[in-house]
């Protein structure tokens, strides 16, 4: 396993399209998160689940936005009627959740979104 | 809701020279995360420290945890230009429990020159 794995890498679309994006994370985690990242600022919390469950949505996250993790391995983002302001790079990281203790986020390469 | 900033945004030094970025959470933490993004790279993790008043040291780096759990800091003495990059501190919520997010600081962009 060679680490957190999405994909595309880069996305160019017209608003108003919809855009998926892939995450696989490193096989034995349980937990994924995204996050969405602009220019200049840190990773902003989107969304995380533990196996398949989503426990935790942003509620600064539109009602275009939706994540799934079927299986509790891979996970997609899907963002309906792309809008300019969603461009940015969108980030997934997956870590083990213990019983104590806080996870450690091993983050992927970003898949980043231009709407045209 | 919780929010983690960063001083300075940005900060240029030479070479050689010692830097340090500081972390201010508005709520109390349970555990506080460094990570580094290179330009045009990921977050990468560096440290986590848990304990109020708990120092670790990383080589050239010294991280610390604030005694109310509420700031830390990180120290790079004498700097190379490996250092280059954005440093991220990043909190999850006192009480909230280790499954909840961790909301990342505004960064510290820092460059470095011979």
């Known amino acids: 396993d060679t680490g957190v794995s999405q994909n595309p890498r880069h996305k160019i679309t017209k608003r108003g399209q919809n855009v998926t994006f892939r995450c696989d994370p490193i096989?034995?985690?349980?937990?994924l998160y995204w996050y969405r990242q602009t220019l200049g600022q840190g990773p902003e919390f989107l969304t995380y689940f533990q196996n398949e469950a989503q426990l935790e949505k942003s509620r600064l996250l539109s009602d275009r936005f939706s994540a799934e993790r079927p299986k509790g391995s891979f996970s997609t983002l899907e963002i309906q009627r792309t809008e300019q302001g969603d461009s940015a790079m969108y980030l997934c990281?997956?870590?083990?959740?213990?019983?104590?203790?806080?996870?450690?986020?091993?983050f992927g390469a970003g898949s980043r979104l231009t709407v045209l | 809701g919780q929010q983690v900033m960063q001083i300075p945004q940005y900060q240029h030094v030479q070479e050689g020279e010692d830097f340090t970025t500081y972390c201010n959470s508005s709520?109390?933490?349970?555990?506080i995360q460094w990570y580094k993004q290179r330009p045009g790279g990921h977050p990468v993790f560096l440290i986590q420290l848990v304990k109020s008043g708990e120092v670790k040291k990383q080589k050239r780096l010294t991280f610390q945890f604030g005694e109310a759990k509420k700031n830390s800091s990180l120290h790079i003495t004498a700097t190379q230009t490996t250092d280059v990059g954005t440093y991220f501190c990043?909190?999850?919520?006192?009480?909230?429990?280790?499954?909840?997010?961790?909301?990342f600081g505004t960064g510290t962009r820092l460059q470095v020159t011979l």
């Open positions: 990043a909190g999850s919520a006192q009480g909230a429990g280790t499954a909840s997010k961790l909301t």
């Open positions: 990281a997956s870590s083990f959740g213990r019983t104590t203790g806080a996870n450690v986020l091993t």
């Open positions: 096989s034995e985690h349980n937990r």
């Open positions: 709520t109390t933490l349970s555990n």
